[in-house]
């Protein structure tokens, strides 16, 4: 497997995670991220570190510290809100509104039945994604839509759980959160892509880039929307 290269400089690359691809070694064993590190060396003695974490189905801008230093400013890059990211989703609803922000706060619960997942909960760790509509196609009750999220935090299963509660359906293709547990449903995988990143630094240019639309978003009828611009500065450590 051949793993993109969006961004390279002497402490940082972006690559573009291929979905399906786990970011960390699942507890089961099989393929993950580290397989390819030799790859991603790209002539550096050190292996370099992700910055943060995509779900394994999640596509798109993955950051990568290629030094110690480097990581330790990255992670501190996410913590005062220097880091701004853009995410694709796909929905099979219209929205009501053209555009939004939802504001549902976090929480993690499990069962042994259902192992664990995240709920909207008042007490839970705070979590907010602005949202636009950018595509809708189909008729009637058969509509499906891309929409483009911006998390101004960054908690785990946030989109997909904001994306059920906040817009009224879960992405296509979850599993968890969609509507028959287990299951895939119309789609190969939850349709989650992380489009852009955006870092910004002292002293030196920005971290800037854009993961190209997946073939799979194209399968699923819909449109590559215009590249967004910079994403607003947000801290977003964790996954969508």
Known sequence: MNIPILFEDGEALVIDKPAGLPVDRPKRGGPALFDHIEQLKLG????????HRLD???SGCLLLARNPKALKR????????L??????????IEPTEQSGTIELALSKI???????????????KPAISHWELLQTIGEGDRKRSLIRFRPETGRTH????HALQGLGAALLGDPVYGP???????APRTMLHAEAIHVTREGKDPISAFAPFPEDFL????????????????PTATDG
């Open 74 to 81: 990255f992670n501190k890059a996410f913590e005062d809100r």
């Open 56 to 58: 394994t189905d999640t």
């Open 158 to 161: 946030q989109l997909r759980v």
């Open 110 to 124: 499990s069962s042994a039945e259902k192992g664990w997942r995240m709920i909207a909960a008042k007490k839970g």
């Open 219 to 234: 399968r699923a009828g819909l449109a590559a929307p215009e590249p967004p611009a910079p994403p607003e500065r947000a």
């Open 83 to 92: 880091v701004g990211k853009t995410y694709l989703a796909i929905v099979d």
């Open 180 to 186: 028959v547990r287990g299951q895939n449903k119309g």
């Open 44 to 51: 550096f003695q050190r292996p370099p570190v992700p910055v």
